[in-house]
Nanobody, 120 residues
Framework: QVQLVESGGGLVQPGGSLRLSCAAS????????MTWYRQAPGKEREFVAG????????YYIDSVKGRFAISRDNAKNVLYLQMNSLKADDTAVYYC?????????????WGQGTQVTVSS
């Protein structure tokens, strides 16, 4: 079955950096687009970034453009999210997700999430 296991979250000061990882198994990783979502306390889950099956297409929400970078290693079945210049507003549980096709647009599986807290 599909398994998505996130890691790399934690507590970081404003302006700091974190790299999230997502180890994927149970499906042919390089056949599917992958995405990152986040959910802040009291808010709905929101899409953050997406990457197509071979990494040729990337998409970010405006609030993270220029600060976050999504990437993937298809040889290792791992998805990454490099987060720089973190702000308090980035505090959330971050979820790795598998899309239904090669290009993002229909999410079908989520991981269990990893907490990111940005605070001084």
């Amino acid at each position: 079955q599909v398994q998505l296991v996130e890691s790399g979250g934690g507590l970081v000061q404003p302006g700091g950096s974190l790299r999230l990882s997502c180890a994927a198994s149970g499906f042919t990783f390089n056949n599917y687009a992958m995405t990152w979502y986040r959910q802040a306390p009291g808010k709905e889950r929101e899409f953050v970034a997406g990457i197509s099956y071979l990494g040729g297409r990337l998409y970010y929400i405006d609030s993270v453009k220029g600060r976050f970078a999504i990437s993937r290693d298809n040889a290792k079945n791992v998805l990454y999210l490099q987060m720089n210049s973190l702000k308090a507003d980035d505090t959330a549980v971050y979820y790795c997700a598998k899309e239904a096709e090669k290009i993002f647009g229909r999410t079908e599986y989520w991981g269990q999430g990893t907490q990111v807290t940005v605070s001084s």
